[in-house]
């Protein structure tokens, strides 16, 4: 058949072959782990050897096909310290306003000031007026979901902060100017607030999620209005939420999850406060969710540095669970297979203090690119386009 063909016709009518065996044998991929399939078996009546040649390349074929459909284990990112100068930051979080990293400063004195936020050239400026908070503060801000608000009706922008008040959360507008402190303080809530989420799966409302030292997880609504949801008598550190998603989560799905760093332990907690936790080769210090295209930033304090990756280190393990040890700094991934939860090694630093995803870009890594999945049409009489200029008014 290949008599009148040129060599370039030749490899196309072999790669359309090989495209009509594949789509033959993907579905018994992996149904079928050994032996020849029904389609070489079906061929009894050709020689012997014309029956091994084939099932020779099948099983190359399949071994390929598993290869290229079996989630990778063992993912690895490797993280490049931005430049910028390091003073002492403690919690990170992006700000929507400004789309810049906003961290909490000059940890523990909180002196001259408790927030910086840093720009793409890694020039540094102060948030707010807030000064002499102490502690290591971890922090909370929130997104646009709609409408400049977050889901939980949050304006874009606000920064959630522990104080280092027991139970006390202070909050400070996009701006900065407009401070509350305290904001809320937890009903006999005697621990640390030691994580701070902002949920925006919608399971919880989108309320602002917060855990304790002794072992409180709570939400707090945009009306200051608090929640204890469970009390599980251990120290807590990290908190995000999960959308309900079965197959992508199993037994976690639309549950919170915490980080027991004694215990070596993540917990699950549903609305109404039942729990379930899993072991963990780290102690968790940080609990995050990898999102769709955001870069990546960690904070360690003993090497003074600000890691980061870009959103293209993480494209491939897009949904999975974050969980970070604080020193040694170990970064463990977390996945679902459809049976138990498998760990592996994601990254490692001297220390990681709190973690963050974010659009924000810090030299050398860049800011993504912002996409826009919503398009208008707008009519008005007195509007022309000139050779793609608008002139007149919208």
Do not use: C
């Amino acid at each position: 058949m290949f008599r009148s063909t040129t060599p370039a016709s030749k490899r196309l009518v072999t790669l359309l072959l090989i495209s009509l065996w594949l789509q033959v044998i993907a579905p018994p991929v992996f149904a079928a782990r050994l032996g020849p399939s029904p389609i070489v078996s079906t061929i009894s009546s050709g020689s012997r050897q014309l029956v091994a040649k084939f099932a020779l390349v099948e099983q190359s074929l399949l071994s390929l096909l598993r290869a290229a459909l079996t989630p990778q284990e063992n993912w690895n990112v490797v993280l490049t310290p931005v430049t910028t100068e390091f003073k002492d930051y403690s919690g990170l979080d992006y700000h929507a306003s400004s789309r810049k990293l906003l961290l909490s400063a000059n940890t523990p004195s909180g002196q001259p000031n408790n927030f910086e936020a840093i720009a793409t050239d890694g020039s540094r400026t102060s948030f707010s007026n807030v000064a002499g908070l102490g502690g290591d503060l971890v922090i909370a801000t929130s997104r646009d979901e709609g409408q400049g608000m977050s889901r939980g009706g949050f304006p874009a922008g606000e920064l959630f902060t522990s104080t280092g008040v027991p139970g006390a959360i202070a909050r400070v507008n996009a701006s900065g100017a407009t401070v509350q402190n305290p904001w809320v303080t937890l009903p006999n809530e005697t621990g640390a607030i030691s994580g701070l989420y902002l949920d925006r799966t919608g399971v919880f409302g989108g309320d602002l999620l917060a855990v304790t030292t002794t072992g409180g997880v709570w939400r707090i609504n945009a009306a200051a209005e608090a929640t204890k949801i469970a009390g599980l008598d251990t120290r807590l550190a990290g908190v995000t939420a999960l959308p309900e998603d079965p197959d992508r989560y199993g037994p976690w799905s639309g549950k919170i999850l915490a980080g027991a760093k004694d215990q070596s332990l993540v917990y699950a907690i549903d609305a109404q406060g039942q729990s379930s936790s899993l072991a963990v080769n780290v102690q968790p210090q940080d609990v995050d969710v990898v999102p769709a295209q955001e870069n990546f930033f960690a904070v360690d304090t003993v090497g003074h540095k600000i890691w980061g990756a870009s959103d293209g280190a993480f494209a491939g393990i897009i949904g999975d669970i974050l969980v970070t040890q604080q020193s040694p700094g170990v970064i463990t991934r977390l996945r679902w297979n459809g049976v138990q939860f498998v760990a592996s090694q994601l990254a490692s630093a001297t220390e990681f203090k709190q973690v963050a995803f974010a659009p924000a870009g810090i030299n050398p890594i860049q800011p993504v690119k912002q996409l826009y999945d919503k398009i208008a049409v707008v009519r008005h009489s007195v509007t022309l386009l000139n050779s793609g200029r608008v002139e007149g008014s919208l």
